[in-house]
């Protein structure tokens, strides 16, 4: 298949999820909102103490192993494969930052620009499951 035919079914596929998640079920409920988080004014004369981040625990591997097919089932279509982006505006999942779950977890859950809403499908578990895979990606073996 050449590029060009490459590129134009991801767009028809891109046109097709965003009618189909315009055409679906109500969103769901936004998930309550992260701890506030504390913010360190830079210009500030007599900043608080700066506390060390904490160290995130490598996900569970086969928690990732069983979020990877879910990716390949669900996500790869859109997002390439290994989540790297084909293009067309699609997000490259590589880059996700991997402290911010609740971003993650309210794109999916409710949708985001073109990307449909799955939260009618998936369940609380299954994007956590997602989000161990996503996670996963440059972390320490």
């Known amino acids: 298949m050449r590029a060009a035919d490459r590129r134009r079914l991801v767009g028809v596929a891109a046109v097709l999820a965003c009618a189909a998640a315009s055409a679906g079920p109500p969103p769901m409920p936004a998930p309550p909102a992260p701890p506030p988080q504390v913010l360190i004014d830079p210009n500030d004369p ?40 084909p293009g067309g505006g699609f997000f490259d999942l590589r880059t996700f930052p991997h402290d911010d779950k609740a971003r993650f977890v309210n794109s999916v859950t409710n949708g985001k620009r073109a990307m449909p809403a799955w939260g009618g499908v998936f369940k609380a578990e299954d ?11 440059g972390a320490p073996k």
Do not use: F, N
Request: charge should be negative; glycine fraction near 4%.
């Open 46 to 85: 007599d900043p608080p103490e700066q506390v060390a981040p904490v160290q995130a625990v490598p996900p569970d591997p086969a928690l990732v192993a069983r979020g990877h097919r879910m990716y390949k089932d669900y996500c790869q279509k859109c997002h390439g494969v290994e989540m790297v982006s």
């Open 127 to 137: 994007i956590d499951t997602l989000w161990a895979y996503i996670s996963s990606y």
